[in-house]
């Protein structure tokens, strides 16, 4: 069994990464703030997964959750171009910084979405893993 972090694992791409990591029977911890994720996505994982509540903005949260894991699947973002047009400061203070810090696990993988293009380190475990494959 390994253990993996998900960031934004309230939200769409994360909460089904969870529920098919939990499927797998992996140890799966969650990040997420609830800015645009649902309490009921997390709702259905109720006793088989560790939630920490919390922004990915911040160092001492991201090292604290990223302590002990061995795959990261960063998803916590703020993926709507219109919001990137409207906000570009929060948008690119998330999904900037935040991917850089969630990155600092080697075996991290990450949605690149619609609102930012960033290229990840990978190793030979990230590239067989089904996951992660490039
Ligand atoms: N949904 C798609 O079809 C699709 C397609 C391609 C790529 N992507 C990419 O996948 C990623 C996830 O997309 P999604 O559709 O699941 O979005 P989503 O909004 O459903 O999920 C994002 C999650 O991140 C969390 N989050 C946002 N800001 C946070 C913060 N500061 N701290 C902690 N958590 C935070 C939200 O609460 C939410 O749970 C994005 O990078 C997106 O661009 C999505």
Sequence with gaps: MAHYLVTGGAGFIGSHLVEELLRRGEKVRILDNFSTGKRENVDAFAGRIELIEGDIRSHHIVREAVDGVDFVL?????????????????????????????????????????????????????????????
């Design 74 to 134: 960063h998803q916590g973002a703020l993926p709507s171009v219109p919001r990137s047009i409207n906000d570009p400061i929060t948008t690119n203070e998330v999904n900037v910084p935040a991917h850089s810090m969630c990155s600092t696990r080697p075996k991290t993988r990450a949605s690149s979405g619609s609102s930012m293009l960033l290229l990840l380190p990978f190793t030979a475990q990230t590239r067989n893993y089904p996951f992660a494959r490039v």
